[in-house]
């Protein structure tokens, strides 16, 4: 019989990896539909079977749960991790919106703020993703309204343009310097081969990359705008070379782990959390941060 691995970082059950979160119970939903569970066509692709109805998936492990005992939770996080940040995001309020009205209920979003940027060529790259994700999955009726009533629906499965209306107690965890954004939404494969390096290792990345580098940082920061500063908001933006830092136990909560002023990931998000204290801060520009850690 295989041994099931051990979850670690804010998934870990050992009080010294996870401090705030260690006793709690924990559900981890694998990510099967390709739309941040948002998908809902009646229609089935005849040429591979496959349903794209995400969030009919969602619906059933939540109405799962809830039967389970979540109808009473006292404290409740959803937390993902890249589609799974932007799932957090996307589905926040309707989260809350399901727990018993006393419940101290928040979201937490993990390299997940995607953000609607050109790539090195100039072109929409980014965007017309997210157009055919929406398109593909039938996702626009999952989306508020409050957004695709004014925009395109696919512009509004970035987040950008989401978090303004989200009214529970959002955190957002990420990196200014994105590397899954900056591999395929600035520099996507094939677009330059002289970037071959710096897409993969910060470190090889010329001057003149850099400067290119320090333009997205600036966007993804412009795009977080007034939306980061709300009272119930929680931020933790570093200038790491990294995508998903909440899953892994060195990133997570570790002697070494990288930091915002005193305090670690775990830390802000625990603080956060239980309102011991809030937490909104950005780091200064790469390479000033010495507590990164790249993946």
């Given at each position: 019989m295989?041994?099931?691995?051990?979850?670690t970082?804010?998934?870990?059950n050992?009080?010294d990896?996870n401090?705030d979160?260690?006793n709690w119970?924990?559900?981890k939903?694998?990510y099967?539909?390709?739309?941040?569970f948002?998908g809902?066509?009646?229609?089935?692709?005849?040429?591979?079977n496959?349903?794209?109805?995400?969030?009919?998936?969602?619906q059933?492990?939540?109405?799962?749960l809830?039967a389970k005992?979540?109808n009473?939770?006292k404290n409740?996080l959803?937390s993902?991790c890249?589609a799974?940040?932007?799932?957090s995001?996307?589905?926040c309020d309707?989260f809350?919106?399901l727990?018993?009205a006393?419940?101290?209920?928040k979201?937490l979003?993990?390299?997940?703020?995607?953000?609607n940027?050109?790539?090195?060529?100039?072109a929409?790259?980014?965007?017309?993703?997210f157009?055919?994700?929406?398109?593909?999955?039938?996702?626009?009726?999952?989306?508020?309204?409050?957004?695709?009533?004014?925009?395109?629906?696919?512009?509004?499965?970035?987040?950008q343009?989401e978090?303004?209306?989200?009214?529970?107690?959002l955190?957002?965890?990420?990196?200014?310097?994105d590397s899954?954004?900056?591999?395929?939404i600035?520099?996507p494969?094939g677009?330059?081969?002289e970037?071959?390096?710096?897409r993969?290792?910060?470190?090889?990345c010329?001057?003149k990359q850099?400067?290119?580098?320090?333009g997205f940082?600036d966007?993804f920061?412009?795009?977080l705008?007034?939306s980061?500063s709300a009272?119930?908001?929680?931020l933790?933006?570093?200038?790491?070379f990294?995508?998903?830092?909440s899953?892994t136990?060195d990133?997570?909560?570790?002697?070494?782990?990288?930091?915002?002023?005193d305090?670690r990931i775990?830390?802000?998000?625990g603080?956060?959390?239980?309102?011991?204290s809030?937490?909104q801060?950005t780091?200064?520009?790469?390479?000033?941060?010495s507590?990164?850690?790249?993946?």
């Open positions: 295989a041994r099931q691995a051990a979850f970082g804010i998934l870990s050992a009080s990896y401090p979160f260690y119970n924990k559900v939903v694998r099967c539909d390709g739309s941040s948002t809902d066509k009646e229609e089935v692709d005849p040429s591979t496959v349903h794209y109805r995400g969030a009919r998936v969602w059933a492990v939540i109405e799962d809830l005992g979540m009473k939770a409740a959803i993902g890249s799974g940040g932007l799932t995001i996307l589905h309707r809350h919106q727990l018993p006393d419940a101290n209920v979201c979003s993990d390299a997940g703020f995607f953000i940027v050109k790539d090195i060529t100039g929409n790259h980014a965007e017309a993703f157009n055919d994700v929406v398109a593909t999955h039938g996702s626009a009726k999952n989306l508020p309204s409050s957004c695709t009533s004014k925009l395109p629906a696919g512009v509004c499965f970035f987040p343009n978090v303004q209306q989200i009214q529970t107690p955190f957002i965890l990420n990196a200014a310097y899954w954004q900056v591999r395929h600035l520099v494969e677009s330059d081969p970037w071959r390096g710096c993969d290792d910060i470190t090889q010329s001057t850099l400067e290119t580098l320090q940082r966007d920061l412009a795009a705008g007034a980061a009272g119930s908001r929680g933790f933006v570093n200038s790491c990294a995508h998903c830092q899953e136990q990133i997570w909560f570790a002697p070494a782990s990288p930091a915002l002023g305090r775990a830390d802000a998000v603080d956060w959390f239980y309102s011991r809030g937490f801060k780091d200064c520009p790469y390479p000033c941060d507590t990164c850690y790249t993946n």
